[in-house]
């Protein structure tokens, strides 16, 4: 996960990647005992302690216990949530019939209870900390804890785990909490049910006589849920007036009123809790009933849009709307599918509508737009697993692809989480945000199986089979295993923030010192907490520090965009990380983070230098930087610039590969900066070559066509330097020539695209930047040196 820590904002788009922490001697006190507890299982005793803990005793542990207790504060910091790393083990899958019934006092500690099942009554509410816990009981009136993990933050614990509810442990694992409490742990929550209280295997003390009502009362008393918002509540109520409907077999007109009412009113209250696919079912059933009625009609348009089937939503609207002419409702939502459906054929998006909502920092259901997937494809890759390859030739800044994110939580939803892995001999304690994302994520797959489909196909470490079919519970929802399911985010997952302001220096009045502005975007604080998520198509770009592609985020949107002019069949590969750290840090990242070496130019380049030459460029890069802070806003002496051109010639010397094929970052920048002091001492035309060996550092070749404009031979590495190189020769480069201007400037525009994913924005930013900044040179250049 993200190698942030809380405080610091992240960079843009960087992956989800952890960092180790330093624990202090307290904190190794507490995490020993995990290590005791997880780990050497041997040392604990098979059954509860001799004098086990009382109701009152845990119903008052409980009570008392705070997020500290449960490893959230460790290295004297928060946490939002502490995950302790437990031996995994799989989801059941087992028919109910097929297991045995257990208690409590039959259970043994540490021990997975494979082949059983016990029933349980909750005696307290449940209390979130860093899992819900709660005290249960069981028939006999043995007591113990229950603790469920990956529950969802807005998962609503009344309607979960309410107060009396009985709850049915399939398989379950008895353990010890982080407390060192005997307690059911439930990971999966495929193994954990609440039963209605008149189901035939609940306890005969617990039972309760199964009231048989009427349809209409069922659906009375659903829409009076619905009214009150206990939505979940109404989804039954519909449900067994449905099922009492088929129980009786033949009916008449008017039950058959009522099971049409049932089904379209089932239908909304699916639509609201996010069950789309079943909200699609039962408008259809209902249509079947009653093909023209109005509600049944837009509720399926409406579960369609939801789905992203912009097609047939618009085709069930276009039927609405002949029945309906006078429906505003079906009209907006008719515009809207239309809309969808051009930016999913031809990436044709309202770009400014996208910024206006990141910039706002809008939560996920504000970013109402389709995936889009350009001139690519997945296929396996000679890298590694699967990545996207280009069906034709693609130009620098074609879009590749717009993906919306699974799941994108931001702030409190998105926390900080602190790992644990309490292996025997050695202790890993790191820490990154994204602490629920795991369970909103398989809260998504719960109720949408294409989407559960889509993620079970991504690359996980734990080398799961992607074409193995999903598992389903009784209710149909797809039985998800939340260890695999966490890998996969941990492989595939990316923080960003919704909104990164790229080119802050483009707001500043005073452009005249271009190292001044430049310098004062790092000033600028990056404000807002950072989100992580996951973005299906996204996940299959394999990684490389000289990449081809780039990925920017738009609030909840990622958008790749191709860096160079590439051929067809090409692999478009992504830097996971920044690719200006050194070569080591950068492997170290890729192999602790996703287990990997990368073996591309740059890597194989950098691996092949080392002694010497290493000490020898490591030591001109120390000179360059110092040189750089010396100089700072002051007016550098000529002798200075010589000896670091010198230095930085040096530096360019080492490479043995041409920029085209590997750009050279460091060396840019640096000429970057030295064309600015050039620029301050008025050696204009002199800081002009700076900024073009610059760009040539980057691997831009390009000819001058003075009154023509200029012929890019290779358009180089675009990103943000680029930018603003080629923004600062739009200001300044042949001065009275405007084809020559005009053609930096829209050279400026593709490396805008490329960072930025847009450039709808470009000109009231960097294109107004360039325009004052043009002005400000030309006045500069008509003032008479002193
Ligand atoms: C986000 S997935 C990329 C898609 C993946 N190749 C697949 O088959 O779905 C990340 C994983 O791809 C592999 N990978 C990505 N870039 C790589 C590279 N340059 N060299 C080796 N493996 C790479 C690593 O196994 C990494 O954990």
């Known amino acids: 996960m993200d190698p942030l820590l809380p405080d610091v904002p992240p960079p843009r ?34 059954t509860p302690p001799a004098a086990p803990f009382s109701r009152t005793e845990l119903i008052d542990l409980l009570a008392q216990r705070t997020m500290a207790d449960e490893g959230c504060f460790l290295a004297e910091k928060d946490y939002d949530l502490a995950e302790f790393k437990i ?51 069981d028939e006999h009136g043995a007591c113990t804890q229950l603790q469920v993990y990956n529950l969802p933050l807005n998962a609503r614990l009344d309607e979960i785990l309410p107060r009396g509810g009985i709850i049915l442990l399939r398989e379950p694992l008895y353990t010890l909490s982080t407390t060192v409490v005997p307690s059911f742990r439930v990971d999966h929550l495929s193994d954990m049910d609440l039963l209605d209280n008149d189901m035939c295997f609940v306890p005969d003390k617990w039972r309760v006589e ?114 309906f002419p006078e429906n505003k409702a079906a009209e907006a939502l008719y515009q809207a599918a239309r809309k969808r459906m051009f930016e999913e054929l031809r990436g044709d998006y309202d770009w400014g509508k996208m910024v206006e909502l990141a910039k706002e920092d809008k939560p996920s259901p504000f970013y109402d737009f389709a995936d889009y997937t350009g001139p690519v494809e997945v296929r396996e890759s ?32 998105n926390g ?48 799961h089979d992607p074409h193995a079919a999903l598992p389903e519970d009784h209710e149909g929802k797809p039985i998800l295993n939340s260890f695999l399911v966490k890998d996969i985010i941990r492989t595939n997952s990316f923080s960003s923030q919704s909104y990164y302001d790229e080119f802050p220096e483009t707001y500043a009045t005073n452009v005249a010192d271009f190292t001044a502005v430049v310098e004062a975007q790092n000033n600028i604080t990056k404000a807002g907490d950072p989100n992580c998520g996951l973005w299906i198509y996204s996940s299959y770009f394999n990684h490389s520090c000289v990449p081809n592609a780039r990925r920017s985020i738009l609030g909840d949107m990622m958008i790749v965009r191709a860096i160079y002019d590439t ?80 230095k930085i010639q040096q530096l360019e010397d080492f490479f043995t590969i041409p920029s085209t094929v590997v750009p050279r970052h ?36 390009f000819t001058r066509h003075p009154g023509n404009g200029i012929e890019f031979q290779n358009r180089g590495y675009l990103d943000a330097d680029t930018v603003r190189i080629l ?60």
């Open 210 to 323: 199964r009231v048989v009502m009427t349809p209409a009362k069922y659906k009375d008393l659903g829409n009076n849920a619905m009214s009150e918002g206990a939505v979940k509540k109404a989804i039954k109520l519909y449900s067994d007036g449905l099922t009492a409907i088929d129980q009786a077999g033949d009916y008449d007109a008017v039950t058959r009123g009522h099971k049409f009412s049932l089904l379209r009113n089932r239908c909304l209250a699916y639509l609201r809790t996010g069950f789309y696919e079943r909200a699609l079912e039962d408008a259809d059933s209902a249509l079947v009933m009653e093909p023209e009625d109005e509600k049944a009609l837009f509720r399926k348009s409406k579960a369609l849009y939801e789905l992203h089937c912009y097609g047939r939503c618009g085709n069930t609207l276009q039927t609405m709307k002949a029945l």
């Open 567 to 646: 051929s067809a069949n090409t692999e478009m590969l992504i830097s996971y990380t920044d690719i200006k750290l050194d070569y080591k840090s950068r492997q170290a990242m890729f192999a602790n983070s996703w287990g990997f070496e990368c073996k591309c130019a740059l890597c194989t380049f950098e691996s092949a230098i080392s002694g010497r030459p290493l000490r020898k460029r490591i030591t001109l890069m120390q000179e360059l930087d110092l040189a750089n802070t010396r100089i700072g806003s002051s007016r550098p002496a000529r002798s200075d610039l010589v000896t670091m051109a010198i």
């Open 416 to 463: 900080t989480v602190v790992w644990v892995d309490t292996e025997p001999d050695k202790m890993i304690v790191a820490q990154s945000v994204g602490a629920h994302v795991g369970a909103a994520l398989m809260e998504k797959m719960r109720k949408d199986s294409k989407t559960a489909k889509q993620v079970m196909k991504l690359y996980s470490r734990a080398g």
């Open 87 to 137: 031996r995994e083990y799989e989801p059941s899958t087992k028919l109910l019939r097929d297991l045995e019934k257990q208690t409590i006092r039959e259970m043994k500690l540490m021990t997975r209870h494979t082949d059983k099942y016990v029933i349980v009554r909750t005696v307290t509410d449940a209390k979130r900390l860093s899992c819900v816990s709660t005290i249960v009981e």
């Open 666 to 701: 460091y060396c840019s920048s640096q000429l970057f900066a030295l064309s600015a002091y050039l620029d301050r001492i008025n050696l204009q035309a002199q800081s002009t070559i700076g900024l073009e060996k610059a760009l040539d550092s980057l691997g831009v070749r």
């Open 13 to 46: 788009d960087s992956s989800a990647i952890p960092v180790e922490l330093q624990i202090t001697p307290d904190d190794f006190q507490f995490l020993r005992i995990q290590q005791v507890i997880f780990r050497h299982a041997s040392d604990i005793p098979e």
């Open 382 to 413: 000679p890298i590694s697993g699967h990545g996207v390859f280009t069906l034709e030739p693609v130009k620098a800044g074609e879009l590749l692809c717009v993906c919306k994110a699974v799941v994108n939580c931001r702030g409190k939803e």
């Open 727 to 786: 923004a600062r020769l739009a200001a300044t480069d042949a001065v009275g020539d405007t084809a020559i201007a005009d053609a930096w400037t829209a050279a400026t525009r593709v490396a805008y695209r490329v960072v930025c994913g847009e450039d709808e924005s470009f000109d009231r930013t960097m294109g107004a930047f360039i325009r004052l900044s043009r002005l400000t040179y030309l006045a500069l250049l008509e003032e008479p040196t002193s």
